[in-house]
């Protein structure tokens, strides 16, 4: 973002609002959900996100919608793989999206994780082929 900032105030500040990443995922979801294994689960999530970040938002008055308790139980049953790949691209925040993006500043860094990702991934599925470095190998190949 620090590269943008300097090249382009106007727009680095347009892009600098809180709730940008919680509306960014809603958006790049809601479209996934009709196509993809854990779509509705996504979407699903992200709404979940913007409940819990109501507070971003500023808007006067209850939130507009409550998912219930059982609801949220049975989301998080449903997800057991999918919480994995959430808390895979959490340990990522700013420095690469869910969409794979990244700002100038922070490539380098990215394709050296994502590098040492893979040979992690390649060195234990030689070792034990388990379903956890398959997983781990595709979400670095999705990166």
């Not at 919480?83 to 969409?99: C, I, K, S, T, Y």
Request: charged share 30%; proline share 3%; with cysteine.
């Amino acid at each position: 973002m620090m590269q943008t900032s300097l090249e382009n105030p106007l727009l680095s500040r347009a892009l600098d609002v809180p709730q940008r990443e919680v509306l960014g995922h809603l958006v790049a979801f809601a479209g996934d959900s009709w196509n993809a294994a854990h779509g509705f689960m996504k979407l699903r999530e992200s709404l979940l996100k913007v409940l819990r970040r109501w507070d971003l938002f500023r808007m006067e008055g209850p939130k507009p919608y409550r998912f219930t308790d059982e609801e949220i139980e049975q989301h998080n049953k449903g997800g057991e793989g999918f919480n994995e790949l959430q808390d895979f691209w959490d340990l990522l925040d700013g420095a690469v999206d869910r969409e794979g993006f990244t700002f100038h500043e922070n490539f380098d860094g990215a394709i050296d994780f994502f590098s040492e990702m893979r040979g992690a991934c390649d060195a234990g599925r030689r070792g034990r082929g388990s379903r956890r470095m398959g997983a781990l190998d595709s979400m670095s190949r999705r990166a």
